[in-house]
């Protein structure tokens, strides 16, 4: 059974960083891509970081420069660190990924920004 757990959310004041994290289990996790998604309060859901199994990572326009997602395959792990957050960056982030053709997605983590 496919799992993903989010950690590292919590509140962050405007320019500040964080770096969150995503434990995955019941994949083998080298093989597949990873991404990063948050939803802010009356939102749609927006894909945020995503990165390949070969590495090659992708970001949204609004986080381009300020965020890099990254893998650690010994651990099945994928980060997102944040640097530079604004008030605009508070949402729920999660990680998912797709296996076999169904997406599986994590219980999310918060990341209020404000001062």
């Known amino acids: 059974q496919v799992q993903l757990v989010e950690s590292g959310g919590g509140l962050v004041q405007p320019g500040g960083s964080l770096r969150l994290s995503c434990a995955a289990s019941g994949i083998i996790f080298r093989l597949y891509a990873m991404n990063w998604y948050r939803q802010a309060p009356g939102k749609q859901r927006e894909l945020v970081a995503a990165i390949t199994s070969g590495g090659t990572a992708n970001y949204a326009d609004s986080v381009q420069g300020r965020f890099t997602i990254s893998r650690d395959n010994a651990k099945n792990t994928v980060y997102l660190q944040m640097n530079r957050l604004k008030p605009g960056d508070t949402a729920l982030y999660y990680c998912?990924?797709?296996?076999?053709?169904?997406?599986?997605w994590g219980q999310g983590t918060q990341v209020p920004v404000s001062s």
């Open positions: 998912t990924t797709r296996q076999l053709s169904r997406d599986y």
